[in-house]
């Protein structure tokens, strides 16, 4: 090892002189820098991250995970340098030249590899240079950054920058030293890739989260999973730990890297491979070396025939393709590559769709869609190298001068690479094809749509990817210099991750961009293929005109240098090199222009900023109208003439409204569609009279001066008519809630009282880039004025309700209330509907061609209206139905219509959501469930969200809350708790739990993320995570200390308190009484703590022994360490004195408990001994994860005998 | 059949090289050797008359023999028709066997018959001794097989005009015979341009010659005329290796090597040399001579004498 250090010394000087070095220093330096400054909100509206949140852009974990992900994307960099470290001695020969001196392999090798580790970790660390230079610029907004802690910046090195450096970079080192070539080092590149996206789809399981965090090769995922439930404040503060399921993945990693490297480089020689003969010797076996046999020869006498265009495209082109899409599929690159790529897919295969781990049928627009989606990745890759190969491989190989003074037309050689390459990409997209199939009949699935996957893959997917290799093709001929074309195309790549931080929303602006599309099993390809084929059209323009400057300025024979190159160009441009140009630009022009007039001028596009922009527009010109009493509608008379086919719907109707307040009310300010909008206000009257004194269509607000004013108790009714079509292509899919079938219509788009609140922005963050103060959040429950209105609507109470919709003759509309009519005119189906009593301001129209499912509970009609071929769960949801009207009704109070109907709608949107007694049930959630009554792990989710939206028809449509803070607590939190009851009742408690892991798990993620402020319960400000997961966990734990019966009853007194009632609405105040005075005063602190504060524990199972006694059965010891903290709204936790009731179990080898009670517990540290009956296998203290508990996996230990 | 190139000029930007300088020559049929040291423009010249270079001045004419004009410098989709080339370093992919290559190379060259074309790659290689390797992988051929393969596939489509670049270099003595022999059966219809540094290919195999240095034409002709005017200006002797410098420095040396342990040095001179005997003028006195600037077209205006090589 002695020429170790000299050798190192000459591998730091040579990479150090190399341009590329420093070219790859400069990207990475200024891919950190312009992460961070969009972190830190240098450009306004497009931040990264959590940059719209309270975490600091330059928090420890943020720049942890930042430079975790740079840095696996510098893998490609470490490639090429480590891969190329030895074999390029290969390459140019001069390895033989080392095998004749006296250093030795070890020095070698060493020297090379430690030299390429140094540079790189230099041009990694790059990346925190980076970052932490955009933390001192003066447009980096100073309320985003914290203090600039220099652990920060270095641990990140010592944790993933480094580790993976040695870990890729030993494997490539050693892959290119002993295979001495580069393809196989590109190849490792890729199936590290796979491994990572392997591990991907793991983590969609919980159970699994583990294990992906392990195999991961990046340490990405490990980070995740040790920082999951990082509050604000950890987030700001912590450094990651190298502990845990981290330090386990870096050890794994570096030991992976290290053997590979010795294994690999165990057998590494100098001299020529054993393996494969050299030429010399191979040579000497071919026999008849004799002169050649001199037969008068002369060549053969061929008449040398012109290639002609008509020849070219008959015979040249198809050869030149074959050749190419043989020379692609022959290498083992390729193979490797598509291998990996069908190996995940097939990872992906059980997790297609799936909810709470549960499985989805793989319908084939979503299996094409989830699939496709990630094979996508894959066909990049290859279409990125390959069309590099094909283009240099000739050149490469060193027949460039051959081939190119041949007599072929350069066009027709080049239109045959990328039609080969094309053939290449249809091979694969059936590789997709074929394997999408086999997972679809591998779930037992058989409803196969064989001509579904075609069309998508052949006119969908395939020319988009044409778009791309003509990209890859352009770029490479122009740039005509391999390693700088790749740049080009990653370059390409990274401008489509990064465009809105570029300002590239627009579709018209990055190449080969569309608007997208949903496939949905109801409603087909929609709408969405006209706005495609329009953009491919654009780009297809772009796409010639690329070609035509290519052509131009493709090098054939030696002339590289640009000066030549454009003479050459000079003398190419003829005219019909012209006139195709002129063609080309006159396409780009005339379909740019016609997409512009409809995205820009039809439509209206606005940037995320402008969008915002507008938002806080609003705020600042009408806040002041808050404070104007308005009328409240008191009834709505709806007619809807809707036109599926054409996509239009015209809502005529009259709002009823009433002075409910104590003043008389002259000024009017009407809601309508802003001009953005692809509305028309055709009527807006009053039955009063009146004037329109001001019209803003941008923000959509007509103010009206009614020449009497309103005494307060008088009416006036408003009639409108109201016209939704959209308008041509959108630069987004844009309004998805008319569909052909599946329109899914409320009544936001009719016209209403009043400054509408809900537009504000929230984000203070973003609100402080618009020049507002930050937003001072709901008002308390006791705040004046809170009762007056509810939070679902402000300008209005319990209204009458009455609509009649026409339709196409083949469909269904649907609207809440009960079917008063049904008749056929002027070739249309009209349906009329009416309520019998008064609901909220809050209903909606649906249209479709679906199939009805009846029946009945008691006497309520239940009617599930579904897409034909989606019937698998419509039995379920109907069970599910009656099980919930049946436990509602025995435990809350009776159910207050005689319908109940269930309306599937298309999968733009993915929610259900509960109407008075109708619910839009989205064809993405439950539907398509796979169900498996028979696997106890599986989650009945369709039973579940079936259950939350009935639950509703109490809480919401009886029990409205206060328009303050907790509002959602009585009606979101309430019916989480309900449909858990309907499925404890089904299921048993103890099935509960795999459901239940999922809401802890959503609900620590949940406030990882927060934006502003997490807050206890009972303020909620509409914050998911809290009133659906942190709620149902809360409630369910209060069942289980207080007893379900205890606070049912509470819940049946706060209902008939208030049901039907407001103003004065409830708070979730009220709510609290109820279930404080059904609960036993020594519990009264557990209340407090679920509803009123952000309490959290870590309960740990330390160790359990077990003794067996005489009688057969067990002494087990238990040692506890129970921690409980409370967190403020950011995070922060301080530790809380503990006196609890904890759960104390011990477990047989089933999961059954043997001994389940209450223990209550003042010491951290507790030791308890129990005698059991039967063997146990696992103890420990709340083993069934009843309270928030921030590692549930560390509850309960095996117990030792 | 013929080719004249007129005034051809050729500058490298990149390195400041004049590659060509204002060549002037006339080719007729059979095989022209053009000899040069490394370096002399030979691969530029070649390179330019198979349409892979521009040149930045001069004319470049293929008269056919049926009288069709051929501007090489414009017309390049018909040079290409008509042009055979062998370059002076190529390499073939690995995997691909001779005959699949060729095959593939003869539809590039618009042989679209299947038939024609199968039966022409037989020929070929048949012509140049693969048709044993046919089906073997490229990657494993020798340098020998390589040349010949080089070859065959230069000669596909009946080419009128067959430029051969340093064809020989690395091939051991047997295999350059055989290539030799091969080249010589081919010239006889068509011109054959072979470039080399080697001046026995030259003297072995070519009608006529040109010897190109520094960019410049330096002599043009039959290697035998030009033999013939060397007749009693080369002398030679023997002499110990300290005095080869001196003598280098009073006579007009030709060539120095190494006999059986002496040093033959071998000087030009329109009259005899004291301490040497005159000597049989071959093609390599002829080379050295035209380098060194003492015979040759432009004898007189050329520069300081390198040193002997």
């Excluded at chain 1, 190298?242 to 480089?265: E, K, P, Y």
């Excluded at chain 1, 929609?526 to 493709?554: C, E």
């Excluded at chain 1, 328009?963 to 089904?986: I, N, P, R």
């Amino acid at each position: 090892m002695k020429n170790l250090l000299p050798i190192l010394r000459y591998e730091l000087r040579t990479l150090l002189r190399q341009k590329s070095t420093w070219v790859f220093t400069a990207v990475l330096f200024a891919m950190g820098l312009l992460l961070m400054c969009a972190a830190a909100g240098v450009f306004p509206g497009a931040g990264v991250g959590s940059s719209r949140g309270k975490v600091s852009a330059n928090a420890p974990l943020v720049i942890m995970s930042f430079s975790a992900s740079l840095s696996s994307l510098a893998m490609l960099i470490t490639a090429a340098v480590m891969g190329k470290a030895v074999q390029r001695d290969f390459e140019w020969g001069t390895a033989s030249l080392f095998g004749t001196t006296p250093i030795s392999r070890g020095a070698y090798l060493g020297g090379r590899f430690l030299g390429s580790l140094v540079v790189l970790s230099g041009l990694l660390a790059s990346i925190l240079l980076g970052m932490w230079v955009a933390t001192l610029l003066p447009m980096a907004q100073a309320d985003r950054l914290g203090p600039n802690l220099p652990a920060a910046y270095l641990w990140p090195l010592a944790m993933v920058i480094l580790p993976n450096l040695f870990m890729t970079g030993a494997i490539f080192f050693s892959l290119g030293a002993r295979l001495r070539r580069f393809g196989p080092v590109m190849t490792a590149a890729v199936l590290m890739l796979v491994g990572y996206l392997i591990s991907q789809q793991l983590t969609r399981n919980l159970d699994h989260r583990m294990l992906a965090a392990l195999i991961e090769p990046f340490g990405n995922e490990a980070l995740n999973h040790l920082t999951r439930y990082w509050s604000i404040e950890e987030t700001n503060t912590r450094l990651p730990t190298l502990s845990g399921v981290m330090l386990w993945n870096r050890l794994l990693w570096i030991g992976i890297g290290a053997v590979v490297a010795v294994v690999t480089l165990r057998g590494f020689r100098f001299g020529p491979l054993d393996a494969k003969p050299t030429p010399s010797r191979r040579a000497k076996k071919v026999p008849a070396a004799e002169a050649p046999r001199v037969e008068a020869g002369r060549a053969p006498v061929v008449p040398p025939l012109r290639w002609t265009p008509a020849s070219s495209l008959r015979q040249l082109v198809p050869a030149v393709a074959r050749q190419s899409f043989r020379s692609v599929v022959g290498t083992m690159g390729f193979r490797l590559t598509a291998m990996g790529g069908v190996l995940v897919l097939l990872a992906m295969a059980p997790n297609i769709g799936s909810m709470y781990g549960t499985e989805t049928f793989p319908v084939t627009g979503l299996v094409i869609e989830q699939m496709g989606g990630l094979f996508s990745l894959f066909m990049l890759i290859i279409i990125t190298v390959y069309a590099a190969e094909l283009i240099w491989q000739e050149r490469e190989s060193g027949m460039g001068d051959v081939v190119d003074a041949l007599p072929t037309p350069g066009w027709a050689v080049y239109l045959g690479k990328y039609l080969g390459l094309l053939a290449v990409v249809a091979l694969l997209l059936g590789v997709l094809f074929v394997t999408g199939v086999l997972v679809q009949l591998g779930h037992g699935y058989t409803d196969l749509e064989p001509g579904l996957w075609l069309f998508h893959l052949s006119v969908v997917t395939l020319p988009d990817l044409a778009l791309l290799c003509a990209l890859a093709f352009v770029v490479h001929l122009v740039v005509h210099q391999k390693q700088l074309g790749h740049v080009v195309m990653v370059l390409f790549y990274a401008a489509g991750l990064f465009r809105s931080q570029l300002g590239l929303d627009h579709n018209l602006l990055l190449f080969g961009a569309d608007p997208g599309l949903t496939y949905s099993d109801m409603n087909g390809y929609g709408h969405f293929l006209g706005p495609i084929a329009w953009f491919r059209a654009y780009w297809s323009g772009w796409a010639l005109l690329m070609v035509i400057a290519a052509a131009l300025l493709v090098v054939r024979g030696r002339e590289t240098s640009w000066k030549s190159r454009l003479v050459t160009a000079r003398t190419r441009f003829d005219g019909r090199m012209r006139s195709s140009m002129f063609a080309a630009g006159v396409l780009i022009v005339a379909l740019g222009a016609w997409i512009f007039f409809n995205t820009n001028v039809l439509n209206t596009y606005r940037t995320r900023f402008q969008a915002e922009a507008l938002q806080a527009g609003y705020e600042k010109t009408y806040k002041h109208l808050e404070a104007e009493p308005q009328p409240k509608v008191t009834a709505s008379e709806v007619h809807l003439e809707l036109y599926p086919e054409r996509r239009e719907a015209t809502f005529q109707g009259t709002l009823s409204f009433l002075n409910r307040s104590d003043a008389p009310i002259s000024t009017l300010y009407v809601n309508v569609p802003p001009a953005s909008e692809p509305a028309e206000v055709r009527t807006l009257s009053f039955d009063v009279p009146h004037r329109v004194t001001h019209r803003d269509p941008v923000y959509g607000l007509w103010t009206v001066t009614l020449d009497a004013p309103l005494a307060p108790g008088d009416t006036t009714d408003l009639t409108y008519e109201v016209h939704y079509a959209p308008r041509g292509i959108e630069n987004t899919t844009g309004w998805t809630r008319l569909a052909e079938n599946g329109t899914f219509l409320d009544s936001d788009l009719l016209p209403s009282l009043g400054y509408r609140k809900h537009l504000e922005l929230r984000s203070d963050r973003v609100r402080k880039e618009h020049g507002l103060e930050a937003h001072p959040g709901m008002r308390a429950p006791d705040a004046p004025g809170a009762r007056d209105t509810h939070y679902v609507r402000q300008h209005s109470d319990w209204i009458s309700f009455k609509a009649t919709i026409g339709t196409s003759p083949d469909q269904i509309a649907l609207a809440p209330g009960y079917l008063q009519g049904e008749w056929e005119a002027n070739g249309r189906r009209y349906f009329e509907y009416a309520m019998d009593a008064p609901i909220l301001d809050f209903y909606s129209f649906l249209s479709a061609r679906w199939e009805v499912r009846r029946d009945r509970w008691n006497d309520v009609a239940i009617e599930v209206y579904h897409h034909p071929p989606h019937a698998e769960n419509v039995e379920r949801m109907i069970a599910a139905t009656k099980r919930s009207l049946d436990y509602f009704s025995r435990n809350f109070g009776p159910y207050q219509h005689r319908q109940f109907r269930i309306l599937e709608f298309p999968r733009y949107m993915t929610f259900a959501q509960a109407f008075p007694n109708t619910i839009p049930y989205s064809e993405a959630l439950g539907f398509i469930a796979k169900v498996d009554p028979d696997d106890p792990e599986d989650v009945d989710y369709p039973t579940y969200i079936t259950a939350h939206e009935a639950a509703h028809q109490w809480w919401a449509h009886q029990v409205i809350g206060a328009d303050a803070q907790g509002a959602t607590m009585l009606s979101e939190t309430l019916a989480q708790y309900s449909a858990l009851m309907v499925m404890k009742e089904q299921y048993g408690d103890h099935r509960m739990r795999k459901f239940l892991e999922y809401e802890l798990d959503r609900y620590l993620r949940g406030r990882s993320q927060e934006m502003r402020e997490e807050r206890p319960i009972a303020r909620v400000e509409n914050q998911g995570y809290i009133h659906y997961q942190k709620g149902g966990l809360a409630m369910y734990a209060l069942q289980d200390y207080v007893g379900e019966e205890a606070v049912n009853s509470a819940l049946r007194r706060f209902r008939d308190t208030w049901a039907f009632k407001g103003p004065p609405y409830p708070t979730s105040d009220d709510l609290l009484k109820e279930l404080y005075a059904v609960t036993p005063e020594a519990l009264h602190d557990l209340v407090h703590d679920l509803f009123e504060d952000i309490v959290l524990y870590d309960n740990r199972a330390l160790s359990a022994n077990a003794k067996a006694l005489d009688d057969g059965r067990y002494e087990v010891t238990l040692d506890l360490r129970v921690t409980k903290t409370r967190a403020d709204g950011q995070g922060k936790e301080t530790p809380v004195e503990l006196n609890d009731l904890l759960e104390v179990g011990v477990l047989d080898a089933e999961g059954t408990p043997l001994y389940l009670e209450k223990h209550r517990l003042t010491q951290s540290a507790s030791q308890l001994t129990l005698t059991v009956k039967g063997k146990p296998a696992k103890a420990g203290v709340d083993p069934f994860i009843k309270l928030i508990d921030l590692d549930p996996d560390d509850n309960t230990v095996a117990v030792e005998l | 059949m013929e080719l004249k190139i007129e005034g051809l000029s050729k500058h490298y930007a990149h390195g400041g090289v004049q590659a060509l300088n204002d060549v002037t020559l006339t080719i007729p049929n059979g095989m022209f050797g053009l000899l040069g040291p490394n370096g002399a423009g030979k691969s530029t010249l070649m390179r330019t008359l198979v349409t892979l270079q521009e040149a930045d001045r001069g004319r470049v004419e293929l008269v056919l023999d049926d009288g069709e004009k051929v501007d090489v410098l414009r017309d390049k989709e018909r040079v290409r028709e008509l042009v055979g080339y062998l370059p002076q370093d190529f390499g073939l992919y690995p995997r691909a066997t001779a005959e699949g290559l060729l095959d593939h190379l003869a539809t590039l060259k618009g042989i679209r018959d299947r038939k024609v074309r199968k039966e022409t790659v037989g020929r070929l290689l048949e012509l140049t001794n693969l048709s044993a390797a046919a089906k073997r992988p490229l990657g494993g051929f020798s340098g020998g097989m390589r040349q010949r393969f080089g070859i065959a596939q230069a000669l596909l489509g009946d080419p009128k005009l067959v430029i051969v670049d340093e064809p020989t270099a690395g091939l051991d003595p047997e295999e350059r015979v055989r290539f030799h022999n091969l080249l010589t059966e081919i010239g006889e219809n068509v011109v054959v341009i072979l470039s080399t540094h080697i001046v026995s290919d030259v003297s072995d195999l070519c009608g006529r010659m040109a010897v190109l240095h520094q960019g410049r034409l330096k002599m043009e002709g039959t290697p035998f005329e030009a033999i013939a005017a060397m007749k009693g200006k080369v002398w030679r002797t023997l002499v110990d290796k300290q005095q080869v410098t001196q003598l280098q420095e009073t006579h007009r040396v030709l060539s120095s090597r190494l006999l059986a342990g002496r040093n033959q040095v071998r000087a030009w001179s329109e009259t005899p040399l004291e301490g040497f005997e005159p000597a049989e003028p071959d093609l390599e006195d002829v080379y050295f001579g035209v380098m060194r600037g003492y015979v040759g077209a432009e004898a007189s205006s050329s520069g300081a004498v390198a040193s002997a090589g």
